[in-house]
């Protein structure tokens, strides 16, 4: 709807008809006294019909009986005074409409749902936790919320925030949260050793800085010593340095998938249905009788927060599209499952492999009267090498 229609609606108006052979005149008069009229329209040749304001009525009939050629009829009135007009007797209405705008005004003052986002490393039920135990959750009045202590906590509880953003919104609470990348545990000023991360043997051993221990081919063990941090100098004694180091080695990782062969087949056939309910205050209030739409079906879920303006309400309404679906027994062929198994493990070769050279993949299938088996065994090429502050060392292993 157009705002000059919302506001002609708002005003109210009156649907008039203009009979005469001259309605110009008519027209032209109005115009001279500020009467505003519009959407003329011509109906026949001696009829016009228009609309003009609610509060220009006397003004128009006035006009009207001025021009002698026409002749004015009011069609309808349309638009808020009519309404309220032909609604003043009924007190019961007025009021019913009274209470409702008085309630929602007070149900806006409440903080009814509390939305966090921007957290990624910071569990959401943990902000949730803290930020009930400051008094921010729902049911808790808005304007006693002391904003700036809540943001001091958060920045002060959780180390690794950069920014936090509280804005109340109706009865809708917003926490954005900026998480900041933590520095490395050990500055490149601080004396450290460089220890093997994971077992395997050395193909490449750079060290930067440090005495290194090993050699490339030689085998290590994870946790053992690789480049030391620590000089026996004759002249000043021992000396201690950040070591520094490039430590490739060849490494082994594994990867196992079961599946059977028999399976239950899901299908959709098509057919949905839409439930609605509102959750009021928390509770859900369900908008529908039958709590079994289908015999079998899979549910998509989407929420909006009600709002007038820029107030939102303490009601969410909640749209669940149920989509009906057949389950019937199938089994795979020995070929199918087994393509959907190295499937599964080419996707977690993708995801736990990312960045690292594969030297070696075997593909061991072993097969029962059930299912198949997959185990998928790799030679990697990797990095081993961490750091490991000299003064927290408490066992060393050279060699």
């Known amino acids: 709807m157009k705002v000059s229609e919302m506001m002609n609606r708002l005003f109210g108006y009156d649907e008039i008809s ?31 019909t228009a609309r003009t304001r609610v509060f220009d009525r006397k003004k128009i009939i006035r006009i009207a009986g001025q021009c002698r050629s026409v002749r004015l009829n009011f069609l309808e009135s349309r638009g808020l005074p009519p309404l309220l007009k032909r609604y003043r007797m009924r007190y019961g209405l ?45 049911g808790s009045l808005a304007s006693a919320q002391d904003i700036g202590r809540i943001k001091n906590s958060m920045m002060f509880e959780f180390g690794n925030l950069a920014h936090v953003s509280i804005n109340i919104k109706g009865s809708l609470a917003m926490v954005e949260i900026t998480e900041r990348t933590m520095p490395p545990a050990i500055d490149d000023a601080t004396p450290c050793n460089i220890v093997a991360a994971k077992s395997g043997q050395i193909v490449l051993l750079e060290a930067y800085e440090g005495v290194p221990y ?45 599946g059977r062969y028999a399976y239950c087949r899901t299908e959709a056939t098509g057919r949905q249905k839409q439930r609605y309910s509102l959750i009021l205050f928390g509770k859900e209030i369900p908008l529908y009788i039958s709590d079994k739409p289908f015999d079998f079906w899979q549910e998509e879920t989407e929420q909006t927060d009600l709002s007038i303006g820029d107030a939102v309400l303490p009601v969410t309404l909640k749209k669940t599209v149920c989509q009906e679906i057949t389950q019937t027994e199938a089994v795979y062929t020995k070929e199918e499952l087994t393509e959907i198994l190295q499937k599964e493990i080419a996707e977690k070769e993708r995801i736990s492999l990312q960045g690292m050279t594969v030297e070696d993949r075997k593909i061991d299938l072993s097969e029962s009267s059930e299912g198949i088996t997959v185990e998928s065994l790799y030679t990697i090429i990797e990095e081993i090498g961490v750091r490991q502050e000299i003064f927290k060392q408490e066992n060393q292993t050279e060699g």
């Open 18 to 48: 203009i009979v005469g052979e001259y309605p110009e005149h008519f027209l032209n008069a109005a115009a001279n006294e500020d009467a505003e009229i519009w959407h003329i329209r011509r109906t026949d040749t001696v009829t016009l």
């Open 94 to 138: 007025f009021a019913g409409a009274l209470f409702i705008a008085l309630f929602v005004w007070i149900m806006s003052c409440f903080v009814w749902s509390v939305r966090i986002s921007g957290n990624r490393e910071i569990p959401t039920e943990q902000v949730t936790v803290f930020l009930e135990n400051c008094g921010l959750k729902p």
């Open 214 to 258: 090993f050699k490339p081919g030689d085998s290590v063990k994870q946790g053992q010593l690789l480049v030391g941090g620590v000089f026996d100098s004759k002249v000043v004694g021992y000396r201690t340095v950040h070591a520094s180091a490039k430590v490739l080695a060849r490494t082994k990782h594994s990867f196992s998938v079961t």
